[in-house]
């Protein structure tokens, strides 16, 4: 009788400590799933962020290219400030994306820079949209948000921007 009265105490406080660690350990491992797609879904944004800035920039000046195609004149200042804009919001998905996003935002803006400036794209060039849609599959694989490529072509009778 007295082995029982020693030992079930000595077996409850050995479960109880059991216990206590396992509910520890669960604990703690939820606890850094948790930290981990906190972190994951604030560097999720910040790569959206970075890279919604550079479309907005690259956007305005496909906006100056729409307007000189259609014979308006824009002052020179005009064209150096959305260059500026874009290169800068250019920078940003370098700091922040892959090399892959980085490479295809720096195309892009290459080409949205020489036609803005009037510059002839060099022999075998990749066209303007081409590289817009180059980014936007980056973007789309950066973002976790491609599964297979957008289609690309235009419906019948509609324009290529």
Do not use: N
């Amino acid at each position: 009788m007295s082995v029982s009265t020693t030992i079930l105490p000595l077996a409850g406080v050995a479960l109880g400590s059991a216990g206590t660690l396992v509910g520890q350990y669960l604990s703690t491992r939820v606890e850094a799933r948790r930290a981990r797609f906190e972190q994951a879904s604030a560097e999720r944004g910040e790569r959206k962020e970075a890279l919604m800035e550079f479309l907005s920039a690259a956007q305005q000046v496909e906006l100056c290219l729409d307007r000189l195609s259609m014979g308006e004149q824009l002052e020179e200042s005009e064209k150096w400030q959305h260059l500026h804009t874009l290169w800068l919001a250019k920078k940003v998905p370098e700091l922040v994306c892959t090399p892959q996003v980085a490479q295809a935002a720096h195309d892009y803006t290459l080409a949205l820079h020489a036609l803005l400036r009037g510059q002839a794209a060099e022999a075998g060039a990749r066209p303007k949209r081409e590289l817009r849609f180059a980014f936007m599959e980056a973007a789309r694989q950066e973002l976790g948000t491609a599964s297979e490529p957008l289609r690309r072509d235009p419906p019948a009778g509609e324009l290529s921007r």
